[in-house]
């Protein structure tokens, strides 16, 4: 090759180098951002990341199957039809759409195999072939890029009022995910879109499995089947329980600085209870709540309305509120009952329910808690 | 292949005049699409004629290579071309990062400027759109000029290749005709606050953006904490509107209160000055009215006046209306 000797020498501020250090820049923020309530998440895309690093440290070859341009197109199809699935996926997402965006991240995977990631390989890594094939995807891309990106933003902001409120949506929701997607993996989809089939093993001596080849298969394994276990855990796991009661709580809001008792002349009780599911991703349901009584009924104060009901922390996990009620009967006795159901993020065919009940008797006797 | 070491030959590290004009595109490409300063005070508009001459500039002494057809290119050029895409490619991935990095760091910087809060929610600011578009544009021409060089593909022009120049007016004519003669788009929102409570009075949050042309040529907005008792309905949250205490619904009589009271300023709540973003390419100067009607409706109105040039010339008028009725009923919006 020619320009063997130009190559040489890898320089050290480089397009790519700079776009890793942005990548890592903003990544750290936003895990920083994770670390305090979701430390299981956070140690999770520390260990995808670590993961990105070791897998793309090792060489690849597409194998029979990959090597094959109709399943490559086939790749390459599958990952189109999700990025424009992710385009209807709104500002908050839903319990059946993670599992989708977990199949993206393997298809994706599987692309940098399929086209043995010189979409973006260091050029000193390339022939001569590659880097022309190389060049011409990301004409290709930049045009899709273009047309796709630039014009739908550009239409959206300035079109109608309805276009505007959708992009308003869309950069914060599906739609930002699937612009992330085209930015750093449509080159790769055009690479493995337009290559011939491979024909000649010549052009792929076959690999040898390095350790760091077997830890980067390992890796890849603890990263998906990790999200499953976490989700298994939600209903094999026993569920954890913590509560306490104070009696006549005080309200901080009384004159001067001195406290008042909440329930006033009557006696009080304040609850304080919370249950956490799972192992790994802890899903946490808690309750707090004072109610009151005065020798013919019971009655709530706050913390069992319906605005109250609010799942804590969850990790791998979606809570949705099924029940809060509370009522007094005939008999002055209050009961609350507040019922969550946790859905597995990755398997949303995966949940259980929590449930939370106070009864309290009109003097004062704690029935059922929590 | 044997056009490699050529064009590898090409990427000499002279300061040539091209090499300036790309590095005067980036920087004002950087001064668009940072957040700092958070207003450009209606110089964004030079700054984007700037962009568009030097864009020409670089367009014309790269004989606009990134946009021929592959027929019309030798196998130098058309490898130039293609590896001048990846390189832009990639150039936009790192530019989408940098403002996205520039968004925190301006969010952060603005820490305690409350005008965002409760206002209708904007996708991508003009200037950041326009940076965006700018990127995509330009960013191949400007690799092909950079990797090009003046070694081997920016012979001098003649006068008769610099025509192109000519659409610099006519492109800041039209931006000034089109911020004359566009219609003034109208987003609404009503209830993204839903915290705020009065006493003896239900209290909702309306916020409304008139803009022209996306923003680039200016926009008003107006956001209000609307409440009423079914008597009346006020504006709360900005003293500067003089909404009259007197039907303000209060916890005890006004005779027993130890001093009078008065209208917080709550600009989270309320607000009638532009965000910094909708000055960055025409000046915006608001001010806000409002009028309790005998029937006890409230009529709200922001004026805005968008001035692109100095000195008023040129300057559009555009009002905003909020009516509401005693009951909490819109009357009128837009």
Same mark, same amino acid.
């Given at each position: 090759m020619v320009s063997s000797l130009s190559r040489s020498r890898r320089p050290m501020v480089t397009i790519e180098r700079i776009t890793a250090l942005l990548i890592a820049l903003l990544l750290g923020v936003f895990l920083l951002g994770f670390l305090p309530p979701f430390v299981a998440s956070f140690g999770y895309l520390v260990l995808v990341l670590v993961t990105i690093v070791v897998v793309r440290s090792v060489p690849v070859e597409p194998g029979a199957w990959l090597g094959l341009r109709i399943v490559r197109r086939g790749l390459v199809v599958v990952i189109s039809l999700i990025t424009l699935d992710l385009l209807t996926f709104g500002a908050s997402f839903n319990p059946t759409e993670f599992p989708l965006i977990f199949v993206l991240a393997l298809a994706d995977f599987a692309l940098g195999?399929?086209?043995?990631?010189?979409?973006?390989?260091?050029i000193i890594d390339l022939d001569e072939r590659q880097e022309s094939l190389r060049n011409q995807?990301?004409?290709?891309?930049?045009?899709?890029?273009?047309?796709?990106?630039?014009?739908v933003l550009l239409v959206a902001d300035v079109a109608t009022p309805d276009s505007h409120r959708w992009l308003v949506d869309a950069i914060h929701g599906g739609p930002a995910l699937s612009f992330l997607q085209l930015l750093f993996f449509l080159p790769a989809m055009v690479i493995a879109w337009i290559e011939p089939d491979r024909i000649s093993d010549d052009d792929a001596p076959r690999?040898?499995?390095?350790?760091?080849?077997?830890?980067?298969?390992?890796?890849?394994?603890?990263?998906?089947?990790?999200?499953?276990?976490?989700?298994?855990?939600?209903?094999?796991?026993?569920?954890?329980?913590?509560?306490?009661?104070?009696?006549?709580?005080?309200?901080?809001?009384?004159?001067?600085?001195?406290?008042?008792?909440s329930c006033g002349n009557n006696h009080g009780l304040y609850f304080g209870a919370r249950k956490d599911v799972g192992w790994g991703g802890v899903s946490s349901v808690p309750l707090t709540a004072v109610a009151c009584w005065n020798g013919s009924r019971a009655y709530p104060l706050w913390g069992m309305f319906s605005s109250d009901c609010h799942p804590g922390t969850t990790e791998w996990a979606f809570a949705s509120t099924l029940t809060c009620r509370q009522a007094t009967g005939s008999d002055g006795t209050l009961t609350f009952t507040y019922r969550t159901r946790l859905r597995a993020v990755l398997l949303p065919f995966i949940s259980r329910d929590v449930v939370m009940t106070v009864t309290l008797t009109k003097d004062g006797k704690v029935v059922q808690f929590p | 292949?044997?056009?490699?070491?050529?064009? &590898?030959?090409?990427?000499?590290?002279?300061?040539?005049?091209?090499?300036?004009? +790309?590095?005067? &595109?980036?920087?004002?490409?950087?001064?668009?699409?940072?957040?700092?300063?958070?207003?450009?005070?209606?110089?964004?508009i030079v700054l984007v004629l700037a962009l568009v001459v030097?864009?020409?500039?670089?367009?014309?002494t790269t004989n606009w290579l990134a946009f021929l057809p592959t027929s019309r290119l030798d196998e130098r050029q058309a490898a130039l071309r293609n590896r001048a895409y990846r390189v832009a490619f990639r150039l936009v991935a790192v530019g989408v990062l940098l403002m996205v990095a520039f968004t925190i760091v301006g969010a952060i910087a603005a820490g305690d400027n409350l005008q965002s809060i409760n206002a209708v929610p904007d996708a991508i600011s003009p200037r950041h759109?326009?940076?965006?578009l700018e990127l995509l544009v330009i960013g191949p021409t400007a690799v092909i000029a950079w990797l090009q060089d003046d070694a081997s593909g920016s012979e001098p022009r003649g006068l008769q290749h610099w025509w192109s120049l000519l659409l610099v007016p006519l492109f800041a004519g039209a931006w000034l005709v089109a911020g004359q003669v566009l219609p003034a788009q109208t987003v609404t929102t009503r209830g993204s606050s839903g915290l705020f409570e009065a006493y003896g009075a239900t209290c909702d949050h309306f916020a409304t953006e008139k803009s022209i042309a996306g923003g680039l040529a200016g926009s008003a907005r107006l956001k209000v904490e609307v409440c009423w008792d079914g008597r009346h309905a006020f504006a709360f949250g900005d003293p500067s509107l003089h909404t009259p205490m007197d039907i303000v619904p209060i916890p005890v009589p006004a005779s027993e209160l130890a001093a009078p009271l008065s209208m917080p300023s709550e600009p989270d709540l309320t607000s009638c000055a532009p965000r910094d973003p909708d000055?960055?390419? +025409?000046?915006?100067?608001?001010?806000?009215?409002?009028?309790i009607g005998p029937d006890g409706s409230m009529h709200l109105t922001a004026h805005a006046r968008m001035s692109p040039l100095s000195g008023d010339l040129g300057s559009r008028d555009i009002e905003i209306q909020l009516v509401v009725s005693r009951d909490g009923k819109i009357l009128a919006e837009g």
């Open positions: 195999r399929a086209t043995r990631r010189i979409a973006s390989a260091a995807a990301h004409r290709i891309a930049y045009a899709v890029l273009a047309v796709s990106v630039g014009l690999l040898r499995q390095s350790s760091r080849a077997r830890l980067a298969y390992a890796m890849v394994a603890v990263c998906i089947i990790l999200p499953i276990v976490f989700s298994i855990t939600l209903i094999a796991s026993p569920i954890r329980t913590s509560a306490f009661t104070v009696a006549d709580p005080i309200d901080g809001r009384g004159v001067n600085g001195v406290g008042i008792k | 292949m044997t056009v490699q070491p050529e064009v &590898l030959q090409t990427t000499s590290r002279r300061w040539s005049t091209v090499r300036i004009s +790309v590095l005067l &595109l980036a920087a004002c490409w950087l001064l668009l699409a940072s957040s700092l300063p958070a207003s450009l005070h209606g110089a964004g030097l864009d020409l500039a670089l367009g014309v759109l326009v940076a965006f000055s960055d390419f +025409v000046n915006v100067s608001e001010t806000c009215t409002e009028q």
